[in-house]
């Protein structure tokens, strides 16, 4: 069996095989992770360059630490202390980079598709750790790792993921992912935050949140990006946290075992409820500890030998 | 391609250099006090396994073994296409103990480094030994094994196969030749 992906862009370049590939290596980087020593020489002279155009706790530190338990070497620029505040272009940066032959760059930028410009442009290896509204692919994989992990597969699974659909890459990643690995996704939302035609991908659209978290095994609440778009689309948060937040009594509609997921971070009282986020049911917390073992298994597969397709 | 194939050794002899092995290793630690056994995949877990339950018919004791991945500590990575990774299984903590590790086939002995690397991250053996089943020689590094099972001289385009049973009992030892 063969990775032969050379760039992580998406999860929609993702086969079965290459998901359950990629999970299966995650389950045996769990381990490294609950060491006395958390550290394997396995990525030892690689350099890894993380490029984070915009602001992150989560990814970027997931990232990092997953690179420094692999033994490479990880190099850190945001742009608010680079010289994009100059007006250097993402490609002229990125060349600028290339230059000192780093053999994995991990970007997250605004736009949609910056991971895959890059990727057609240099030599070394991309990771998208979240472009625009685009792919997050790291998290839908560290989502369903989460998932298998407590359900023991993903096939068959009803998922049902509430929030702004259209400005979300967490969503949109989630779905490729999991209708790959069988799983039924149901999307919910105010219809301004529905993107028109997006059921073709394969999923089922509700605009009534109660029906949409009936019997679901999974419930992914997004974040309601406030620093963004969710002003105008939106009356109020009151308004929205009424229809489309998740409190204990929504909850029981899903069956009475569903996992209760968020990507963060969280705004409380807006899109969830501290009874459900803290409740016994949500694996938020676990959602992150599972991520360094997911991105450490990125890293390890693509810095393997690869045929020349992306 | 044609290529001709010789039976090494068959289950019973497989079974008769175990047991040899098994009395060495006891005889060598005086016993049973801190001995643990770690196999390496894929291979070396069941010969580890094996050994364990030879060591309990001779001793009546129980001696744990584990199962060490070492694909994470190899010096190829770059070279050869990826390989799905085995799980480290260590019921133990190595510190202080006497542990022997089990392989089937001892070649370049550059697994053994990556492996002895690897042992090293999980803790501080008091010593550490190598059990294999065949050693064929052409050695790359300084390494050489406390107990062997057959020795066996090839070329370095032969290939020695350990073959196992679906319940991973050893049934016979191939020499291939190119």
């Known amino acids: 069996m063969t990775f032969l992906h050379k760039h992580i862009l998406g999860t929609r370049q993702l086969s079965a095989q290459d998901i359950t590939m990629i999970l299966d290596t ?15 020489p396995t990525l030892r002279g690689k350099t890894v360059v993380n490029l984070f155009y915009e602001a992150s706790t989560r990814t970027r530190t997931s990232f990092e630490i997953a690179e420094k338990r692999l033994s490479a070497d990880a190099v850190n620029i945001s742009a608010s202390s680079s010289s994009v505040v100059k007006g250097e272009t993402l490609e002229d940066t990125a060349r600028n980079i290339e230059a000192m032959r780093p053999d994995i760059i991990v970007i997250r930028h605004s736009a949609s598709g910056a991971a895959d410009y890059l990727a057609r442009r240099l030599d070394c290896s991309i990771i998208n750790a979240g472009d625009g509204a685009h792919e997050h692919p790291s998290q839908a994989l560290l989502d369903l790792f989460t998932m298998r992990q407590h359900r023991g597969r993903i096939r068959g699974l009803t998922v049902t993921i509430i929030g702004d659909i259209t400005h979300s890459r967490v969503a949109r990643s989630n779905l490729f992912a999991l209708t790959t690995m069988g799983a039924r996704v149901r999307l919910a939302g105010p ?30 609440m997004l974040r309601i990006q406030l620093e963004r778009q969710g002003r105008s689309l939106l009356p109020s948060l009151r308004e929205y946290a009424r229809f489309y937040g998740l409190n204990r009594d929504k909850l029981q509609l899903a069956r009475e075992d569903a ?10 009282g807006v899109e969830i409820c501290s009874d459900v ?28 030998p690869v045929a020349d397709n992306p | 391609m044609s290529h001709s194939e010789t039976l090494i050794l068959d289950g019973a002899a497989i079974r008769r250099a175990l047991t040899r092995i098994s009395h060495e290793i006891l005889e060598k630690n005086k016993g049973t006090k801190d001995l643990v056994l770690l196999g390496i995949p894929t291979g070396g877990d069941y010969l580890a396994a094996e050994l364990a339950a030879i060591i309990a018919g001779i001793e009546g004791v129980e001696v744990p073994y584990g199962v060490l991945d070492i694909t994470l500590y190899r010096d190829d990575l770059s070279h050869k296409t990826i390989r799905p990774l085995r799980k480290t299984d260590l019921p133990f903590s190595p510190d202080d103990r006497r542990v022997v590790m089990v392989d089937e086939v001892l070649f370049t002995g550059r697994t053994i480094r990556a492996a002895m690397d690897a042992i090293m991250d999980l803790g501080r053996p008091r010593s550490i030994q190598l059990a294999v089943l065949i050693d064929r020689g052409h050695r790359e590094l300084p390494i050489r094994p406390d107990y062997v099972g057959r020795n066996v001289p090839t070329s370095r385009e032969e290939e020695v196969h350990v073959d196992f049973d679906s319940n991973h009992k050893p049934i016979g030892v191939r020499l291939i030749k190119p």
């Open chain 1, 259 to 268: 996992l209760v997921m968020h990507p963060g971070p969280m705004n409380r």
């Open chain 1, 191 to 220: 219809g301004t935050m529905i993107p028109p035609g997006i059921e073709k991908l394969g999923c089922e659209v509700f605009t009534s949140m109660e029906e949409a978290l009936a019997g679901a095994d999974v419930v992914m």
């Open chain 1, 277 to 304: 986020a803290d409740g016994g049911q949500n694996v938020i917390l676990e959602q992150v500890e599972n991520g360094v073992a997911v991105r450490m298994a990125l890293l390890y597969l693509v810095s393997g």
């Open chain 1, 26 to 40: 995650a389950e045996s980087f769990k381990e490294i992770n609950t060491r006395d020593i958390k550290k394997v």
